[in-house]
């Protein structure tokens, strides 16, 4: 099992360009989430999915749009980036509620900027 | 909306003493608490949590403990390594059917030997 898989791990972009980041997983997990880091800042929800089909903004959802494909794959997308999204960005996933295991498991990490 | 305070932001300790970080929530129907550690430059990882039909819980030398009443959690590290330097997050999941995870904003632990 690769976990939860995401890409690129480097971006830098221009000013208003767009870009899509992609996660995937294979562990049959039911939620995903797109979290943001900021130095001092711990880890801030963007957007999460509950289930496949569902989508729900999280704390910082301005300048961002998700999409969730199906059950795997929970990608995040900037229209038009602006230097205050220069961040590192995690996808995440946990198993369904009903379990007694509700482990998070984290992608390796985007470090995104934009100049 | 759920909100998740963590304290300190940073600690420093000497290797062999014991560290505590504190966080508190606000959705009183929060039920499970995990803790993350999160070593430079690499995805943060699970190392101990617990759920609220129990009050502490250890694994060697980490342990959690969980006060519903005062909706505060902490996480307890005692013998200190080096290693064990890091930055350690807090986080608790919502309430309602979604597994809807919101973290502490953090706390960089520094272990001097």
């Known amino acids: 099992n690769a976990g939860v898989t995401q890409t690129p791990k480097f971006q830098v972009l221009k000013t208003g360009q767009s870009m899509t980041l992609q996660c995937a997983q294979d562990?049959?997990?039911?939620?995903m989430y797109w979290y943001r880091q900021d130095p001092g800042m711990g880890l801030r929800l963007i957007y999460y999915?509950?289930?496949?089909?569902?989508?729900d903004k999280g704390e910082v959802p301005n300048g961002y749009n998700v999409s969730r494909l199906n059950k795997r794959e929970f990608s995040l997308r900037l229209e038009s980036a602006a230097p205050s999204q220069t961040s590192v960005y995690f996808c995440?996933?946990?198993?369904?509620?009903?379990?007694?295991?509700?482990?998070?498991?984290f992608g390796q990490g985007t470090r995104l900027t934009v100049v | 909306g759920e909100n998740v305070e963590q304290h300190p932001s940073t600690l420093s300790v000497q290797e062999g003493d014991s560290a505590v970080i504190k966080c508190t929530y606000s959705d009183s129907a929060s039920n499970y608490f995990p803790w993350y550690k999160q070593e430079l430059g690499k995805r943060p990882q699970l190392i101990i949590d617990i759920r609220s039909n129990v009050g502490e819980k250890k694994d060697q030398r980490i342990a959690v403990t969980l006060n519903k009443t005062a909706k505060h959690f902490s996480l307890h590290i005692t013998e200190t390594q080096p290693e064990d330097s890091a930055v350690y997050f807090c986080?608790?999941?919502?309430?309602?059917?979604?597994?809807?995870?919101?973290f502490g904003a953090g706390t960089r632990l520094a272990v001097h030997p």
């Open positions: 999915s509950a289930s496949e089909g569902t989508t």
């Open positions: 986080a608790a999941i919502s309430s309602g059917g979604y597994n809807k995870l919101i």
């Open positions: 995440a996933s946990t198993p369904p509620r009903t379990g007694t295991n509700t482990e998070a498991f």
């Open positions: 562990m049959n997990h039911n939620s």
